[in-house]
């Protein structure tokens, strides 16, 4: 498995839309001169000491969404992980941390760490991953597993024993680092997938205490004992425990279970053989744990509880005034510093839970992949990733970014200004389009199929005069698949969709460069994309390009020699597309095109402005032509242009008043530079 889509509220309930809008570009940054409105920030100067001859990398895309801590039995290391943003490690006890390499961004299930050796650690996205040089690289491992699509779960180490749980219920056990793997016993599947406190799905989580009892927690069942190394379990607490509420110190055990409201939190000082209520709190709690002290702790939805101190509300903000948001992981350092996970990172209280302050230095996110801009206001940037955070949003020129409050915009693709409407703001995410009316402070989730089912966006496109009016391209293959790649289209802000597409053809690829031409709206283009086999796009090649000139009713195939077409552009009458064979160009409005920069890896984005167009590619790094293509120069700079593990994008933009270029590369992160 790849990158899962999110569970998503009903866009249905959320509401509709009156409007809409189609705009120039792909996945990524085209710029287009002339046309749009006034744009509510109103002027805002571009950074006055940005260098001309080197990018410069933009480190403050906050990560966050942190639902494990983990402290390594040496008491300075400390690993986070995030349903969406993967793994963090902390050699200095939570002070500072470093991203993990993984290949899947998700922790889709449980955390573990080998109690001697804190460089080693495991994790799961469904499928399960391994690391012992403290996340430097990752090994997948599969489990002698029968069913149809393995998705490990619960995972605990003791000693170099690694245990693991699928979903199903039944355990293995690997001796030697997840090369190889026994079948064990099991406990029944859990009745409560998707526990309702976190975003991942602790169902099903293991322990394991210091006499070498293993204990499952089975979301709905209860908490099962095994006394042989997993061999056989039996029910030792039959209540409906919450599965990722299990924590152990020594011997003593605590598991919690309960209803939306409140919880019961049992504890068992014998390794699990008996057991007694502990505690009844007043509210439902999403961690727990045991302090050093042996004194449980554990958060809320607003805060966090103790046992002597009761229910207590974590206030505050950040240094942008965003609330912390949600709490979902707690635990503690030798030293007595308490450790809890939040939507934006980590809080730390060193007075009991007195004050909390942010230790989120270096917790930012690296894994980005497009670059998106607003045509009517120039300081305004997005980025987004395919897995991590998702989408930012940057009102200075990428001086500072933020995360759009209220929306879970995880897996972006496109994201782009309305010209026409300069309030509005559209993304495809995941299975979901989103917009918004008011810059990005509120947005509403819509679906085009005419049933609402939720399929695999990527395309998209906003009218550069009509704000109503908006295309958006599916992909026909690979996890949550439309059937068919499909073109949608409103003209009412998304109150009614239906699917174009006369001429096009009945293709598995993605529908993923999509550009309307800004002197002539009615001539669209479309670039199609290789198919996805579960998200990933990096085999296989795409149908081509495809135009019309009628707005989108009737298509033609355009004679140009690339498959492939990641992203189309247009400044000063020219177009300009991405595209596997290299960067293209055409002056006729789309009928014919010429290679104008040749690229052995594919040039994966373009942008423009003016005479200038700026490419980006694997093999050739940034280059930079002034005269419309015809001659290139190397701009990369110190810039490493590199893919990440799962994706095959990179992305380019430059701001519509041509100051400033923007570049999103996985790994390495956001970095821009003044365009003179």
């Not at 950040?318 to 709490?327: H, L």
């Not at 897995?387 to 933020?402: I, N, W």
């Not at 790649?485 to 699917?499: C, E, F, M, N, Q």
């Not at 247009?570 to 095109?593: I, N, P, Q, V």
Request: hydrophobic share 40%.
């Amino acid at each position: 498995m790849a990158c899962r889509p999110l569970e998503y509220a009903d866009p249905d309930q959320e509401g509709a839309v009156d409007g809409g809008a189609v705009d120039s570009g792909a996945a990524d940054g085209g710029a287009t001169d002339g046309g749009a409105a006034d744009c509510p920030l109103g002027d805002v100067a571009p950074p006055a000491d940005l260098p001309t001859d080197d990018w410069t990398p933009q480190v403050g895309l906050q990560a966050g969404d942190i639902e494990q801590i983990v402290v390594a039995h040496d008491g300075r290391t400390v690993w986070a992980g995030s349903a969406q943003n993967g793994l963090w490690r902390s050699d200095d006890g939570g002070e500072s941390w470093d991203a993990a390499m993984v290949p899947i961004t998700h922790t889709y299930g449980q955390m573990a760490v080998h109690r001697a050796n804190p460089a080693i650690v495991a994790y799961s996205s469904g499928q399960g991953w391994i690391s012992t040089d403290a996340g430097a690289s990752f090994d997948a491992f599969g489990l002698p597993w029968t069913g149809t699509e393995q998705d490990v779960r619960g995972l605990v180490f003791d000693g170099d024993t690694l245990y693991a749980a699928e979903l199903s219920g039944e355990v293995f056990r690997s001796d030697d680092l997840g090369v190889t793997w026994a079948a064990l016993g099991s406990v029944p599947r859990p009745a409560a997938e998707k526990d309702a406190g976190h975003d991942t799905n602790p169902d099903l989580w293991l322990a394991v205490t210091d006499s070498g009892d293993l204990l499952a927690a089975s979301s709905g069942n209860g908490l099962y004992r095994s006394t042989d190394r997993g061999e056989s379990f039996s029910l030792v607490l039959p209540v409906s425990v919450f599965g990722g509420l299990l924590t152990v110190r020594g011997d003593t055990v605590a598991v919690a279970g309960g209803s939306s409201t409140a919880t019961d939190v049992y504890q068992s000082t014998d390794g699990g053989a008996t057991w007694t209520l502990r505690a009844h709190v007043d509210d439902r709690l999403t961690a727990l744990h045991l302090d050093a002290d042996g004194e449980l702790v554990g958060t809320t939805a607003t805060g966090w509880w103790s046992e002597s101190g009761g229910l207590a509300t974590i206030d505050g903000a950040d240094a942008d005034g965003r609330p912390f948001g949600a709490f979902m992981a707690i635990a503690d350092t030798p030293d007595g510093t308490l450790l809890v996970g939040h939507r934006l990172g980590v809080l730390a209280s060193t007075d009991g839970g007195a004050t909390w302050s942010p230790r989120t230095e270096e917790m930012v996110d690296v894994d980005l992949i497009n670059i998106g801009l607003h045509p009517a206001c120039p300081s305004v940037v997005f980025t987004g990733t395919q897995c991590r955070s998702g989408l930012y949003m940057s009102t200075d020129y990428g001086g500072t970014f933020d995360r759009p409050p209220g929306a879970a915009l995880h897996y972006t693709m496109a994201t782009f200004g309305s010209p026409a409407a300069p309030s509005e703001i559209w993304s495809t995410a995941d299975d979901v389009l989103w917009w918004s009316g008011d810059l990005g402070q509120t947005w509403t989730a819509m679906r085009p199929r005419s049933d609402g089912q939720g399929v695999h966006l990527h395309g998209l496109a906003v009218h550069p005069r009509d704000p109503a009016t908006v295309l958006v391209g599916s992909v026909g293959s690979g996890d949550y698949a439309d059937d068919g790649a499909h073109l949608y289209a409103t003209h009412d802000r998304g109150a009614t969709w239906k699917v174009l597409g006369g001429g096009l053809p009945d293709s598995e690829e993605s529908f993923h460069a999509i550009h309307f031409v800004t002197a002539d709206p009615d001539i669209v283009l479309l670039g199609t994309f290789p198919a996805g086999e579960g998200v990933i796009h990096k085999g296989g090649q795409g149908d081509g390009m495809f135009r019309s000139t009628d707005g989108g009713q009737t298509w033609e195939p355009v004679d140009q020699p690339a498959p492939s077409i990641e992203i189309i552009a247009e400044c000063a009458d020219t177009l300009y597309a991405a595209t596997d064979l290299g960067a293209l160009r055409s002056t006729d409005r789309g009928e014919t095109w010429e290679v104008v920069l040749d690229s052995a890896d594919g040039v994966k984005s373009v942008a423009c402005h003016g005479d200038t167009v700026l490419a980006i590619a694997t093999d050739l790094g940034v280059r930079r032509s002034d005269d419309r293509g015809e001659s290139w120069a190397d701009w990369s700079g110190s810039l490493q242009v590199t893919l990440g593990p799962i994706n095959n994008q990179l992305g380019l933009g430059i701001s519509p008043d041509g100051q400033v270029a923007y570049a999103a590369v996985p790994e390495q992160g956001f970095a821009m530079r003044a365009m003179q």
